[in-house]
Every structure is written in C-alpha cells, then in structure tokens.
C-alpha cells in the first residue's frame, strides 16, 4: 500500500509557522511529509528536522525529502531535545506538532487501528512496546474502565470492560472485529445507530498502547523551551483530550503576573512568555472538509514564543 495522507489544514498550518528561509523548523510528525515538503519547499539555508517513530513513514518521508535541506528522525517527538542536540541544534523557528493518525495506518490493516478491517489487535504507532491486544488481554476490569472512560469518554466503559472479561476467559480476544463486535454488543439500541460506536473505544485503546497524552505533555513544554523569540509551536488536534491539554499549556505560556488580587503591586515578576496567533483555534474550511472528511475533528493551535526562560524575567 502506499503512504498516503491528506495534510490536515496545510495552508494554515505554513501560515501560522511563519516560516523564514534561512530557519531551523521541526515537524515532530512527519508521516507522509505533506507538511514537511510544504516547510522544506520554503527554506534557503535554513533546515529542516522531521521525526516519527513510525519506520514506515521515515522511510517514505526520506525519499520524500531527499532533495530538500532536512534531516528524518526515527524518533518519537518527546526526545526531539536530545535527537537535535547529536545535530548541533540547540534552539529552532518553529515546532510543528500533527496529532492525528495517518490515513496510511488507518487503512493499512495490518496495523490494526481500524475497527472497519480485520487485522491483529496492534495499534502501535512504532515496532516495540504493548500491542492492543496485550492491554485488551491483560487489563483488570478497572484498568479497562479508566482507559476506555477517561481516553475515549465513553458513557459504556465499565459495562464494555466487564464484557471483555468475560469473553477473554473463553478465548484471547486478538482482532480488530472481534473486539468491535464486543464493544457493539454492549451498547443499547440508539447507540449501535451512530455511524462508529466503537470508535471512543478503538480511540482510547490507541492513546494507551501509544502513551499519547504522556507524549503530548512532555513534549508541550520541550517544544516550547526549543523556540526562539518570535519562534512558533503550532498544534494540529484531533479530539478533545489533545486539544485540553494544548489549550491550558499554552494559557499558562501566556500568563503573566499570579499574584494575589488583592496585592497592590506584583511580587512574582512573571511576564507572559508566548502570545497566541489565533484567539480561537483555526478549523478545516468546507472545502477541506468536503475533499477529506477525516478533517472534521481537526483544530489547530498556535503560539508565537515573545519571551525566555522563567529565570531570564527577573
């Protein structure tokens, strides 16, 4: 199968990364390269560093961008620090952050992430660690219901973690149709006519096997630190628990003074550090959603860093 992807919300993504030709740019989720060719295509003297964890797709994008200044990272984007430091690089332009899946693990069955094909339970975005099938298979009741409730918000967690449990003690639940066949099972009437009841479920058990929300916090601030003034992180989401977590982070890199009210002066020297492009996050256009409709869930976020380190405000 080939690697394909449609880039989510490109055009705005470019604009909002202001990008300067002879500037350091990090795409931490290069998967097809759509955004890392748009990037690259840009700069002059500058270079570009695109990591994934995905072999996969580091392979694809190598070929991709081999005629462009850029360098692709087998790496996940939590270690772009160290990654960019055997480089040379200490501090970059601008961070790009796509959180989606790619429609290449989507539709590639063997990698499990669709409840649509039947495949084997994997789900993992790189080669290593717990497949989904481990987590179905070895998960308590209790740890079933905190995945599938607290990743997925699922209204039917523990009902759906107690029919696993069951089912498991008859045979090893190890495909994709198995497993949504089960979740469906669980659900009453008005649930099983939505167009995807398992997908909350198929949703968290990614984020688990992956460590996704870990990743994304870690990376928020490393990210962020990396930039340069005038610098700019920019977030693509794709459900609610991502783009929380972006949006608070970067109210915190926003804020400044967080004294008391009631002092008469500030005492904490706290500037803010980061301004925001956008007030509101940036959303597909109908166009975009009518040429690829796996863009409806789509947000984007960006902040432009206008001040250092904590340590450099006082």
Do not use: W
């Amino acid at each position: 199968m080939q690697f394909s992807h449609k880039s989510v919300l490109l055009s705005e993504t470019i604009n909002s990364l202001d990008i300067k030709p002879d500037g350091i740019y990090v795409d931490g989720t290069v998967g097809g390269a759509g955004h890392s060719t748009q990037i690259a295509k840009r700069l002059k003297g500058g270079r570009l560093y695109a990591f994934d964890r995905d072999p996969e797709a580091v392979a694809v994008a190598t070929e991709r961008l081999k005629n462009y200044n850029a360098t692709v990272i087998n790496s996940n984007f939590d270690n772009m620090r160290e990654a960019l430091e055997c480089y040379g690089v200490k501090a970059v332009d601008g961070v790009l952050l796509d959180l989606g899946v790619s429609s290449y693990q989507l539709d590639n069955a063997s990698r499990g992430f669709s409840y649509r094909l039947e495949a084997p339970l994997d789900m993992r975005m790189g080669n290593s660690g717990m497949t989904a099938a481990d987590v179905v298979n070895a998960y308590s009741a209790e740890e079933l219901t905190r995945v599938f409730r607290d990743y997925g918000e699922e209204r039917f967690a523990s009902k759906i973690a107690r029919k696993i449990i069951s089912e498991r003690e008859k045979a090893p639940i190890l495909s994709t149709v198995a497993l949504s066949n089960i979740i469906n099972s669980c659900m009453p009437a008005a649930a099983r006519r939505e167009a995807n009841p398992s997908r909350r479920c198929f949703q968290a058990l990614r984020i688990e096997v992956n460590g996704e929300l870990e990743s994304l916090g870690r990376v928020l601030d490393i990210a962020f630190d990396m930039l340069n003034i005038g610098g700019v992180l920019a977030i693509i989401t794709f459900h609610s628990l991502e783009d929380r977590a972006v949006k608070q982070k970067f109210k915190e890199f926003c804020t400044g003074c967080i004294c008391p009210p009631d002092f008469p002066v500030c005492v904490c020297g706290r500037k803010p550090r980061g301004e925001l492009i956008s007030r509101k996050p940036i959303l597909p256009s109908a166009e975009e959603l009518k040429e690829n409709p796996r863009s409806r869930s789509a947000k984007l976020r960006a902040i432009r860093k206008i001040r250092g380190e904590k340590s450099e405000q006082h």
